[in-house]
């Protein structure tokens, strides 16, 4: 592997200027996924700039009752933090479905937001991908493809973002607080990840030298009934095949409110929105639950290998909204 | 003997040197001036390099040589022409090593390696194994010296004549070698001699190897394997890293350490083949067999043939008056097939053993019962009686402890709540054999006695089970023994594989203990030190040709999630019969092992090869899926009290594979009974099952 430099700035500015002025530098959290992929030759940063240190690893209850979990939280921290587990069921599920005990205690919730694709073209320096080489073409696409995205794909890559807690905070409707050189700057996490299209290679809507600093999660009384639901193809250590994450707001039997996302389908964590709306005002029931869901999936196009995740996205929907409504 | 060491649960002797991390591995050990090795893989399928250029490579910071074969030094043609490393610009399969950078630093070699610019003349490709492949061909053996194919009797009329019929296809993908220590070696040349220590099977085939390749007397060459992070069959012979290390140390004339990445695991050491594999059975309505046909198709590549026995399983298992079997094989431009734990025997038991449950099903007998129906005392295969086939009381007592009586055998007929639940049973069986070691034994005048042999332990506890043996035949209490293993410099031994370690060096180390003793028969510790040695050639060669088999039953629930396809193990439940178990405890693990990774097979593993690229692109542990603890819920492993005379001086069958034979077709069975749908291609994935509760 490359020769890199490592630098570890005193405060947030520190961090951003350095990022900023340096061409190939890159911020290291928890290590998770950066220095695998430097191993592998797929990310090549001449600086580490390790923000680990920065006072950014507290979670605070905020006046309007919301959360404010800072960037170098860890994610094994986050998911045992007693707020988040109560009145936020759904991102400690999130948090405790990912990865492994070993790499929970590592990770930190900015970096995971910011973790790349696991697509395995992605990871291979020797074969095609748009993502990593822009204009080297996408050999997932025709390519062994199980794994891979079923909406919003474009013919440039068809890679799905990896993270749990993504797709929990997506479903919580995070603001992102970001510090860039003007500045800090609060980013809705539904604004932050961007559709491949012609670019896949530009996975956010981050500024060059941006550093996620904390996210902020919103008062949302109704989160306290939420879920967060993953199927994988072995009990543990493995990404999902499927995922949904769900909070559900009734009033009777009528759904008064209701926030859905999905993983493993997209190159972002997916909000249902669609779903979301067919689901609104009606009387819950199972089979309004698939209806929701097979509105949201109506424009999937599946790939050679991956079209089981239609119907996996249906059940799990259907599961995740009745356990919550019988709850 | 019961009152000796043998048969007791004794700790292995080098668990506290591994769990302090004093125990060394094969790029472990402190080398004074050592340098680090990094492969570099071919880029292309099939082609020839035109071109290296390794100004960058050279260029690079701490970077001492890049070696291919426009430099490497000259080996001989060796028997294994895969070995032949960086001796000529022909690329067989994509991932065959081309060259090796040399380095002052393991990153200096990494990103030297990444540097070094190859250009190929490619030509078109062929990778993917399919039942219609134009150059599907009949081998000559299979592996190891098996014929090809058998017959008796008239299949074709008897499986016509039936009334219960069943003819199925099973396919299984390719499975990868990934033991925890990668394949790794330290190599130093002094003098003209050669020490590596290597991450092997068996130092003293390795030592053969090097000697071949680098044309020097055997006595050249030391081959230490001290302790060896898992194998599974794929550290059987040399292999890629010990020859590149060598090469690589050679030329640089200082040692080199060099260990494979995770990712270059998969292809080069060797995989267990993807399989074919059509099953005909044939049964009267009673259940009792007819008629069996096993063909297996499988692959091989265009550099050297390896030739899965797959079908064998079927020539012994059960009895029928019309059977056939052969083996089809196509060379596709891969990496060469190798040894996998029960290579053959277990992708045929999975197919097999599905097929016998099918069967029963189709005439409407309990599996269990319809496996004891078709016993048999003589081995259908070579018309003599087996020396011990406990195959049935293995199935009676599995089937006891894991409360198989009552079981309704209609599919979908138990759920809890989502989850279909189901049972599944079958067979296993695998062949003990011995192969000829030598020893020493030595008596020292303090009263101690010390060991030798050229062992290797994999991480299955073969040096405490040889110390425990040592001691019995020595007669004195195992405390009283030293025991050296795993060095080439020692009495050569067989290699660790075919589940006949304990077997080969037992037999050595008792007859060496023997000869001492009689040596000593006056009595007392001697005044020098007193050696015997042992050669169990003659002994082994003499040997009359027995079907010599272990057998075993495995019994296994699962659920299934009737709406996302999700299966999960309940529990797996084992018992077996396999000779005399020396040690309990690491006998256990090596059958729960065995086990585990039978379920891995069932429902996890599968190299996905993009034929584009000729290339498995899941070549990591986080894409290629090995079943994890959270997997094993409950799992079980019994051993019957066998004895058997026939087998060799310790009464031993192997066990690192008889585990694994069969598992995966219990687990298939058991997600048959509990959904109504036949998978009959692994692994057993949620995409292959989702929306169950939709089928009937």
Redesign the interface.
Known sequence: MRAFRYHRPADVAEAVAVLTAEPHAAYLGGGTNLVDLMKLGVQRPDVLVDVTRLPLDTVEEMPDGGLRIGATVRNSDLAAHPVVRRDYPVLARALLAAASGQLRNMATTGGNLLQRTRCVYFQDTSKACNKRKPGSGCAALHGQNRDLAVLDWSEQCVATHPSDLAVALAALDTVVEVHETDGPRDIPIAELYRSPGAHPERETTLARGALITAVRLPPLPAARRSTYLKVRDRASFAFAAGSVAAVLDLDGDVVRDVRLAYGAVAHRPWRAYRAEEELRGRPFSPEVAARAADAELAEARPLRHNGFKLPLTRAITVRALTELASS | MTTGAVGRAYPRLEGPAKVTGTARYAVEYPVDGVTYGWAVPA?VVRGRITRIDTTDALAS?GVLAVVHHGNAPRMALGPQPELRLLQEPAVHYRGQYVAVVVATSL?AA??GA?LVRIDYDTGPHSTVLTDDHPGLYKPDQVNPSYPTDTAEGDFDAGYAAAPVRVDVTYRTPAYHNNPMEPHATTAQWHNGQLLVHDSTQGATPVRATLAELFELPPESIRVVAEHVGGGFGSKGYAKASVVLAALAARHVDRPVKLALTR?QLFGPVGYRTPTIQRVRLAADTDGRLTAICHDAISQTSTIREFAEQTAVYTRSMYAAPHRRTTHRLVRLDVPTPFWMRAPGECPGAYALESAVDELAIAVGIDPVELRIRNDTAVDPDQGRPFTSRNLVACLREGAQRFGWAGRDPSPRSRRDG?WLIGTGVAGSSYPARARPSTATATARPDGSFLVQINATDIGTGARTAIWQVAADALGVPPEKVEIRIGDSALPAAALAGGSMGTASWSWAVIRAAQALREKLRDGGPPTGEVTAEADTTEEVGGQPALPRYAYGAHFVEVRVDA????V?LNRMLGVFAAGRVVNPTTARSQLIGGMTMGLSMA??EEG???E??G?W????L??Y?I?????VESIEAYWLDERDDELNPAGVKGLGEIGIVGAAAAVANAVHHATGVRIRELPI???KL??VSDLA
Not at chain 2, 563 to 566: A, H, I, L, N
């Open positions: 880029a910071p990153e990494r990103e990444r990712q989502r709406d996302t396809g999700e999960r429902l996890h996905l090869l993009d584009r690229y290339d692109v899941n070549h990591d986080a894409t899926h079943t994890g603890c959270a997997d994935r949620l995409d989702i929306g």
